[in-house]
């Protein structure tokens, strides 16, 4: 690659101007303010889509929820600028991007960024800083930017420092970084859970409750940690079989009608009558979450990865939880630093240990809509945008 800096004004981006069931999703041209310090301008080649982007960009209003904007967070590409004290990476090195922190705060300094202090305000809210686009150079409207520090849905975008990681020397190809797109969000979430946050170890029973991106990479994950039994739980038996494929020993069907303690008999009898010793609940199904608490066993650990609707309550046995040492802990990110944890995942990708291209299909970027579409009704489990 030749050694050259590309600082364009327009890009194309897939702009929200309200939520995506309504329509409000439209690709478009836009322009892109200069960078400020601290930020990279990165050429996207390629953006994992996620349900936390149809989230932030389904509601009318509320928490997170600012319009017009471009989303995405799962991005992989090339630097094509730096701005004033950016140390992270140069024109020209290929990087992946997740989640910002403020890298000061207590969390921050104890290699917790994933529950920093300031997440929601750095990767959710509308402030002046994430004014990156606008509809034309002129008179268009301000088009908000850095979602997760990134707003990966764009040809080029402005990313915080924070957001990089540099992929120099860990890829040799413009595929190799496109397949690995999803690593900074989806899969570090399940693969983190299981590996850092649960810490699985190989005697370990692992219930996954959703097999979406994020429960096929928790699968994946426990298979990495070398748990002698994998339980990939779902409706779709599409999914259930890609959980086969990457490293569940069992799956179990969740068949409509039926009560979800028929979940937990059934994990019980794959497990000698025990609860399970690692659960992770993916699908912010409130029932769902209150049955990964009775799933689990003594000493066992419950760790909520899906986004629950606004202001779910599930209730605690608190003498139970007591006497039998459970641990119900909410995880963000997998609990990661992904500069750290990325690359450990890249480098799995490439010996097999983490299959990724059994999740993931690509779509040109003009297909989003379609993308969007396989993934909700479970004909994809990965969908990738390229550019």
């Known amino acids: 690659m030749t050694n050259i800096t590309i600082t364009p004004t327009t890009a194309r981006a897939i702009v929200s101007y309200g939520p995506y069931s309504a329509g409000g999703w439209k690709l478009e041209p836009v322009t892109l303010r200069p960078l400020q310090q601290g930020e990279l301008l990165v050429e996207i080649i390629a953006s994992g889509i996620c349900q936390t982007d149809l989230h932030f960009a389904g509601m009318q209003s509320g928490y997170g929820v600012h319009y ?128 850092r946050a649960a810490a699985a170890e190989p005697e370990d029973t692992v219930a996954v409750l959703g097999l979406g991106g994020v429960g096929l990479s928790a699968v994946m994950g426990a298979r990495i940690a070398g748990c002698k039994r994998v339980i990939g739980i779902a409706r779709n038996e599409t999914r259930l079989k890609a959980a086969l494929d990457c490293g569940a020993t069992h799956v179990i ?63 605690l046995p608190i003498h139970e939880m007591m006497v039998s040492g459970k641990v119900f802990m909410g995880v963000v990110e997998g609990d990661v630093v992904s500069q750290e944890f990325v690359p450990r995942m890249a480098k799995w990708v490439k010996t097999g240990a983490l299959p990724l291209e059994k999740m993931v299909r690509f779509y040109p970027a003009e297909e989003y809509e379609v993308a969007i579409r396989d993934m909700l009704a479970g004909k994809t489990t990965k969908p990738v945008i390229v550019w």
């Open 68 to 195: 017009p904007r471009v989303m995405g967070h799962e991005g992989a590409g090339y630097v094509r600028q730096v701005g004033a004290g950016v140390t992270v990476a140069r024109i020209n090195d290929p990087v992946l991007l997740s989640f910002a922190s403020c890298q000061s705060c207590a969390c921050c300094r104890r290699g917790h960024p994933a529950h920093c202090e300031s997440y929601d305000p750095i990767n959710f809210e509308a402030r002046s800083r994430n004014r990156v686009f606008s509809a034309t150079e002129d008179t268009g409207p301000t088009i908000y930017g850095q979602f997760f520090g990134q707003s990966s849905f764009a040809s080029f975008t402005i990313v915080r420092e924070e957001s990089v990681v540099n992929m120099a020397g860990l890829v040799e190809t413009k595929d190799d970084l496109r397949m690995l797109a999803p690593l900074g969000c989806g899969v570090q979430t399940g693969a983190g859970a299981v590996i």
């Open 253 to 315: 069907k969740i068949n409509p009608g039926e009560g979800s303690e028929a979940i937990t008999a059934a994990v019980r009898g794959l497990n000698g009558g025990k609860g399970a010793d690692v659960v992770l609940e993916t699908t912010g199904a409130v029932a769902l979450v209150g049955e990964a608490v009775r799933m689990a066993g003594n000493k066992g650990r419950i760790v909520q990865l899906g986004v629950a609707p606004e202001g779910s309550v599930v209730e």
